[in-house]
């Protein structure tokens, strides 16, 4: 039987396609990036990044990418194929991590687990073992996690802002021990100077962040940037508008919560109801 050809030699990976397509669509046009995004009214910039498949863009950008080049509806059914590609989780992640070494400032608000920048090694060790990770993975990830810290702990850190749902500190580790240490760890961080962290208590009731993890960077050239997450993928969030709304909600939730004196003094009547491990 003859081997099979391939009927085009673009990827099949949805979001390499994606950016493919663009470069092919713009060369056709015979159009510079800078000249694109005069003519669509958006920073060329955004159109490099999406041409090498740094970020996805938005439905409107790529709803005027359509109308541009005459493709109606194409760029935003293969967009919302790179969207949808779980795949992607880990390059997502990848780039949001290369952002965070560079950030001059960050602002989170945890959803279900506490932020990597606040954990100690067993409560990493003991999440990541119950997302199925096992041995000498397991390990490599806990170190690389902790490796993390080093960006609150160094010479001149960044400020860092944290919201923590009152659910998250109420869901203990196994280990009785690890989670002393655990807590023990976030009331020492929020005796920092560069540390802020609020704890946001359940009676709060429904509020605008209530169904993903939230990361917000302030980069080097003043742009601020979001990456949301929950379990199942995460995503970079670049666009001036989407990253707007999500500060307005992050905003209003920090309103809601306590202030950092109170929050310190919230962890430790845990700690102080946490029993002690047992020796063996």
């Known amino acids: 039987m003859p081997q099979r050809r391939l009927v085009t030699g673009r990827s099949q990976e949805p979001r390499q396609r994606f950016a493919e397509e663009l470069r092919q669509l713009r060369a056709g046009k015979g159009d510079s990036l800078r000249q694109l995004g005069e003519r669509l009214g958006w920073d060329w910039s955004l159109f490099g990044k999406m041409e090498k498949g740094e970020t996805l863009g938005g439905p409107e950008v790529v709803q005027a990418l359509d109308q541009y080049f005459g493709t109606p509806g194409m760029l935003l059914a293969l967009w919302e194929l790179a ?113 802020m962290v609020h704890v946001l208590p359940l009676s709060v009731g429904p509020h605008g962040l209530m169904n993903a993890t939230v990361m917000f960077l302030r980069l080097l050239d003043g742009r601020t940037v979001a990456y949301m997450e929950n379990g199942y993928r995460g995503e970079l969030i670049e666009e001036c508008g989407p990253v707007d709304r999500l500060q307005r909600a992050y905003d209003a939730v920090r309103d809601l919560a306590l202030s950092p004196a109170e929050s310190r003094k919230f962890v430790l009547r845990l700690l102080e109801e946490t029993p002690c491990a047992l020796s063996t």
């Open 83 to 195: 969207r949808g590609d779980h795949t992607q989780f880990r390059e997502q992640y990848r780039l949001y991590m290369a952002l965070e070494a560079e950030a001059t400032s960050l602002w989170h608000f945890a959803v279900s687990v506490l932020p990597g920048l606040l954990q100690t090694p067993g409560y990493a060790r003991e999440l990541l073992a119950a997302g199925g990770l096992r041995g000498e993975e397991l390990e490599q990830q806990v170190e690389a996690r902790m490796g993390r810290r080093e960006l609150l702990e160094g010479e001149e850190p960044p400020p860092f802002r944290s919201i923590i749902s009152e659910a998250v500190l109420r869901s203990p580790l196994r280990d009785v021990g690890e989670w002393r240490k655990q807590l023990e760890h976030l009331v020492a961080m929020a005796e920092r100077q560069d540390v």
